[in-house]
């Protein structure tokens, strides 16, 4: 452990404090390095967008060593705080979490998401989903990074758990647990209703960190509404691929290159990558 990784943790953490976190999404670490150079103020990998950087679907297709070697590479591109999306953790019990943290935080991070949802799309239990926490939190104090982000993800909207009028309290009551066990902020993908996120950002303790894409309220409504991170998980990747795509389309069925135009000059892109 090295005090510049303690400094990008506590960074990280006074980033969730005042205002609003915006975190656009890399995949791998050209699109860090990228990222960073267009203003953030810190770094968040999007596990689907790491994994289709390696030829393989989202879900823990890659495994925890696989998944880690790809982080360290985005670490090692930037001076920025990073946040790595772990998923469940690459497996249900408390250990194999306590496992992953410790990897990650090896790799450099200093910060995760950690979902409450199962490969199935239940979720543990919010007691279960404590002891997963806590296991983090353990393992992150026993590898000299006490002050590790952990950004508790929870999927009640985001696979339509529950009745509807029934999963706001469902996030409330579990944000409480989730608390109480060490997680550091709320992560509340598949919700984009200001009125509801701004009864959660109220009604519990924690920072609140919604993803957003096309359609979604701006970042200034969400800021409004109290949220204080905003990403946007694959959707920088998705677009990044989808202009591959239709470039590619383009040049082999019609032999023009109207979707390359706009791009950014080999010279500014080359020059982005100096470490």
Do not use: C
């Amino acid at each position: 452990m090295t005090n510049s990784q303690q400094t990008k943790a506590v960074l990280l953490r006074e980033l969730h404090k005042d205002g609003v976190l915006v975190l656009p999404n890399a995949w791998d670490a050209g699109s860090a390095a990228l990222i960073g150079q267009a203003g953030a103020k810190a770094i968040a990998t999007t596990s689907g967008g790491v994994s289709w950087s390696a030829g393989k679907p989202d879900q823990q297709a890659l495994s925890r060593d696989e998944m880690v070697a790809l982080v360290a590479r985005i670490v090692d591109a930037v001076e920025l705080p990073v946040t790595a999306d772990i998923e469940a953790g690459y497996g249900p019990a408390p250990e194999d979490v306590a496992a992953t943290i410790t990897a990650v935080i090896g790799a450099g991070v200093v910060g995760v998401n950690l979902e409450d949802s199962k490969p199935d799309f239940s979720l543990f239990t919010a007691e279960e989903q404590a002891a997963r926490i806590r296991a983090a939190r353990q393992a992150a104090e026993q590898a000299g990074l006490p002050e590790l982000v952990i950004n508790l993800r929870t999927d009640v909207f985001l696979f339509g758990i529950g009745e509807p009028e029934g999963r706001a309290a469902d996030v409330l009551a579990r944000a409480a647990v989730y608390a109480e066990a060490g997680a550091d902020s709320l992560f509340v993908p598949g919700l984009l209703d200001l009125a509801v996120i701004a009864e959660l950002v109220q009604g519990q303790p924690l920072p609140v960190n919604v993803m957003a894409g096309p359609g979604a309220p701006t970042v200034a409504e969400f800021e409004a509404a109290g949220v204080r991170r905003v990403s946007v998980g694959t959707a920088v990747a998705q677009a990044a691929y989808t202009l591959a795509q239709r470039a590619a389309a383009e040049l082999v069925g019609k032999g023009t290159y109207d979707e390359l135009a706009g791009a950014l000059d080999f010279g500014a892109v080359n020059s982005s990558f100096t470490r």
